[in-house]
């Protein structure tokens, strides 16, 4: 069983201004897929803050950090950009592949600017901010992450 900490990213939800609903839904999704539940943490689209929140979750031994919101057009939408700052890795087949399949759905799919990639020994995914966005997504990759962890892990070569 591996751990998996979820980190929604939204001005609004940090502040109370609206419920999470994204990360709450992804917390399901883990939890049903077999994986502990680490940490569900909600911070403002704060680069500092997101990297800050991302090392602290690997430093933890966490092997899954899902990050769910600020992967879009906006301004504040920088969780690509902290992401891609404290990970040692990239892992585009992930990002790529949710890309692709989002945009079997819907054409806006293209606009994801989320990444992944991995710090030590964990594997982080950035999700868009909506529901439908978020648990789509992590459907379409949520099978097979189990293998890259175990590789990850030094469980399998």
């Known amino acids: 069983m591996y751990k998996a900490s979820v980190?929604?990213?939204s001005d609004r939800a940090s502040s109370g201004e609206y419920e999470d609903k994204s990360g709450a839904l992804i917390c399901t999704m883990l939890k049903d897929a077999g994986y502990e539940l680490s940490g569900y943490i909600i911070i403002p689209d704060e680069k500092n803050k997101i990297k800050n929140t991302l090392v602290e979750e690997c430093d933890k031994g966490v092997e899954l950090i899902i990050?769910?919101?600020g992967t879009g057009f906006a301004p504040r939408d920088v969780t690509p950009e902290a992401t891609r700052e404290i990970i040692e890795r990239e892992a585009p087949g992930i990002s790529e592949y949710m890309r692709q399949q989002s945009?079997?759905?819907t054409p806006r799919g293209m606009l994801s600017r989320g990444i992944s990639g991995i710090r030590r020994n964990s594997l982080i995914i950035n999700l868009p901010g909506s529901p439908k966005g978020?648990?789509?997504n992590l459907g379409f990759v949520l099978p097979h992450l189990s293998h890259g962890l175990d590789m990850l892990s030094g469980k399998k070569e």
């Open 7 to 9: 980190i929604t990213i």
């Open 103 to 105: 945009m079997r759905i």
């Open 67 to 69: 990050t769910t919101g």
């Open 134 to 136: 978020a648990t789509e």
